[in-house]
C-alpha cells in the first residue's frame, strides 16, 4: 500500500459515513438545530480548540522528532484557525474543558503511526467535509468574506491530510503497519459519524438521506 492507496481504502471503506457526514444535516447536528451565523462559528471554535489541544499535546510527548515537528505546526494552525473563527464571531465564547468523543480517542493514541493516522488522516477527512458544509452554509448567507474564511481553513486541513499521509509514507514499512494505520483512521471516521447520528437522533432527525 502507498499513501494515495490508504486514503481511498479508507474513503472506500467509510464512504457512506463520510457522505452523510459531508450532507447539510451535519450543521444541524453541530448547532443543535440553530442554524444562525453566531451558532455555526461557535461549533467551528469548538472544533478548533480541541484540534488545537490534542496536536499540542502529542508535539510535547512525540519521540518521532519529523512527528513531533508536525503535531506542532498542526498545533499552531488549529491556534490560528481558532483566532480566525473567534474573530469572525465577535462575541465572548467559553472553550469547552471536555475534548469530545473525538479527540478523546485521539489523545489517547501513543504510537506515531497511529497518531498520524487517526489524527491527521482520519481527522482530516471528516474536518473537510465539515469545512464544506460550512462554506454552503456562509454562500447561502451571502456572507463572502466568512465563506473565504472557511476555504482558506479546508484548503490548510487538506495540506495537513496530505502532510500525515507523506509522514505515513515514511513510517509504514509493513502491512501490518498499514493496516494499523488504516484501522484507526477508520475508527476516527465511524466515531464522528456515531457522534453527529446521535445529535441528529436527539433531534429527531434520521441521519439516513432521503431517496
Known amino acids: 500500500m502507498d ?15 463520510l457522505d452523510r457526514l ?5 450543521l444541524l ?3 443543535e438545530a440553530d ?12 472544533s478548533e480548540h480541541a484540534a488545537r489541544g490534542t496536536f499540542a499535546a502529542w508535539a ?18 488549529e491556534a490560528e484557525h481558532l483566532d480566525r473563527v473567534l474573530g469572525a464571531l465577535d462575541e465572548a465564547v467559553d472553550l469547552p474543558d471536555e475534548p ?5 480517542y485521539l489523545r489517547g493514541r501513543e504510537d506515531a503511526i497511529e497518531r498520524v493516522a487517526a489524527g491527521m488522516v482520519g481527522r482530516g477527512l471528516v474536518s473537510i467535509r465539515t469545512h464544506t458544509q460550512v462554506i454552503g452554509f456562509f454562500v447561502n448567507e451571502t456572507d463572502e468574506p466568512r465563506a473565504d474564511l472557511f476555504r482558506d481553513l479546508k ?23 498499514w493496516e494499523r494505520a488504516r484501522m484507526v483512521a477508520e475508527y476516527v471516521v465511524q466515531l464522528a459519524y456515531d457522534d453527529y447520528a446521535d445529535g441528529l437522533a436527539e433531534l429527531g432527525v434520521d441521519p439516513k438521506p432521503l431517496c
Open 3 to 17: 499513501a494515495d492507496s490508504f486514503r481511498e481504502s479508507v474513503e472506500t471503506a467509510k464512504r457512506t459515513q
Open 22 to 26: 459531508g450532507s447539510s444535516k451535519l
Open 29 to 31: 447536528a453541530l448547532t
Open 35 to 46: 442554524l444562525s451565523e453566531p451558532a455555526v462559528l461557535r461549533a467551528a471554535a469548538y
Open 60 to 77: 510535547e510527548d512525540e519521540t518521532d522528532e519529523e512527528a513531533s515537528a508536525a503535531f506542532e505546526a498542526t498545533a499552531a494552525q
Open 100 to 104: 469530545g468523543v473525538m479527540h478523546a
Open 155 to 177: 484548503a490548510e486541513t487538506e495540506e495537513t491530510l496530505a502532510t500525515g499521509l507523506d509522514l505515513l509514507a515514511d513510517r509504514c514499512a509493513t502491512d501490518d503497519d
